[in-house]
């Protein structure tokens, strides 16, 4: 018996082993990391208009948590890149960068990149010297190996009879010659099959380009997916609550999360959001394996919807109102979270659905409170330096019964200040939010009140009374160079149990985050925090262990982790989350939670 349940420690070794293996084999490494480099910009609405076809980009889809990818300040309010409609000049062809426009050359040898032995030598020279037809790059390079498209084959093929007819015209000595015009003749009667069959490829091509034009699935919707494989358990721990040691069992889940983004005048989006899962919790307050939310992992399923349910997680619309702010307007999702309010600030562990391991390496409890549901959130550019961002969340908008509804039911209403250095460098947030909770009512993640991590008692209320929490948060962030960064935070949040008491929650965290980590787009990530803890309690209120008791003892949050990015849509993410003193009790001992997550986006 000892040897079996000793072996099964290496399952999960063996498998994430194995996987890597995999992919290292199937899929070489060629992205770079998907890291945000900026919060802030100025909007414009005459540059929202994306291309034909497309709906326009407000968030990068990068994720996040699983549920919904957070997306840095910048993103939110940055404009999609307008496409000039001006024409093509004869003279000149629009390059790959579309910062750097071509010049007109009057000498083959003004072209560095073009030698005498080369094979088109003669003709280019024919091309310049004498029909001037050929523009260069900015850098004095004609870069002859790169694919030409259509656009520019027209431009040069304009210059060049422009200038034959320019010369007949004119009726000078540089009428074109003879033998150069029964040349081209030649080359038009030799390459005569290559050209139709080249015709009725085009044609070919057309047809069913139209065909899927009328086929497709909207001419304003695009899809983002996304789906998750994770294996995962617990090796070491007890469950609080019992004291006794809690199940080591390792198991396989999934999350599938699909974005429908809609446009329908350039400026706006609608997203619609459709989730399921079954990855289940290892703890929950005074529930679960553990008995306890500290080291909840990122990647749960909500306990109140079946295992692998397709749900509806968000709905929003967004739309701009002038050129420096953007409104949503949800049914269902989290202000906060839309806004991207904490990914400005900690955007190594929350830039990415395949980025910190558990739920409080990601974010300050400040932007936990509450939960997803419906309202309406603000973000408004002072300058490329200072942000504002509004949020109003009521938990149980749509419900009609008592002590629910839009205004009053619970809700959480949150205000951040971001500031941010010019080069991007270095941010710092400050953040308040007042939340309210009703006795008896639940969102979609079960709770009623806090911050669904940390200590149980920071979690509890008081049986049949309303709670009230005042919330506080700083964060920063700093990019000490390209392959080193750091952030922290550090909140306050006094809870008032209506009519009973009072109490005080604390935590705080420091991440260390290593981009680029042994081969560029990986993500090295070292997290130590203390997750929200209840540091004093009125003598006269109860929340479970007894009259005025808090928690005497601070637990501390450990955490690794290393997302290997296999390729542009595939990241393998394994981690560690290992928990001291766990409920903020030091009679319990250490919990260490390993985790493996591969993440597939298309």
Known sequence: MSIVRWNSRFTFWLLFFLDISII?????????????????????????????????????DRNNSMGEQVTPLSQLLS???????????????????????????????????????????????????????????????????????????????????ARINELVSAGTSDLPRKEDLERLQKLQNQFAPELAQLRGKVDSLETRTAVLQAQQFSTTTTLVGQAAIVIGGLVAGNN?????????NFTLGDYVNLKLNTSFNGTDQLRIVLTADNIASLGRTRSGILGTNDGKTSDN?????????????????????????????????????ELGLSGSISPYFEGSAANGISRYSRRNMVYNYGDTGAGVAILHNFSNQFQLGLQ???????????????????YVALGQLLYSSPNKNFRLALTYANTYSPPNTTGLSGTNFGPAIGSNLANSTVAGRATLGNLYGAAAFYRINPSLAVNGWVGYS???????????????????????????????????GMEPKLTSLSPNVNLGAGNGVADKD??????????????????????????????????NPDSIVVWLRTTFRF
């Open 24 to 60: 290292l084999v199937m899929n070489p490494a060629k992205s770079q990391a998907n890291i945000p480099e900026s919060t802030s910009s100025t909007v414009s609405n005459t540059t929202l208009v994306p291309a034909s076809g497309q709906s326009p980009v407000f968030f990068a």
């Open 79 to 161: 404009p999609v890149p307008k496409t000039s409609a001006s024409p093509v000049s004869s003279y000149q062809v629009r390059s790959l960068d579309d910062n750097a426009a071509m010049g007109q050359v009057n000498s083959v040898s003004q072209l560095s990149d073009i030698k005498p032995t080369d094979w088109a030598f003669q003709a280019l020279q024919s091309l310049v010297e004498r029909y001037g037809a050929i523009a260069g790059y900015p850098n004095q390079t004609f870069q002859g190996n790169r694919a030409m498209t259509r656009y520019e084959f027209a431009a040069g093929l304009n210059a060049a009879l």
């Open 240 to 248: 609080v609550l019992t004291k006794k040691p809690a199940p080591h």
């Open 301 to 337: 399923a909500s306990p109140l919807f079946p295992n692998n349910e397709v749900i509806a997680s968000g709905v929003r619309y967004r739309y701009l109102l002038g050129s420096n702010t953007a409104i949503n307007v949800f049914a269902q999702s989290d202000g906060a979270f």
């Open 392 to 410: 109003y969340t009521s938990i149980n908008g749509n419900n009609p019964t008592e002590n629910n509804g839009l205004f009053q039911g619970r």
């Open 494 to 528: 006094a809870h008032r149990y209506l009519g009973s008491g009072d109490a005080d929650v604390w935590d705080w965290g420091v991440g260390l985050s290593f981009p680029d980590l042994f081969q560029k787009g990986s993500l090295g990530g070292i997290f130590v």
């Open 554 to 587: 601070t637990s501390l949050h450990i955490e690794g982790f290393y997302q290997y990015q296999a390729n542009d849509n595939i990241a393998i993410t394994p981690g560690v989350i290992w928990i001291t003193a766990p409920d903020s009790d030091a009679s």
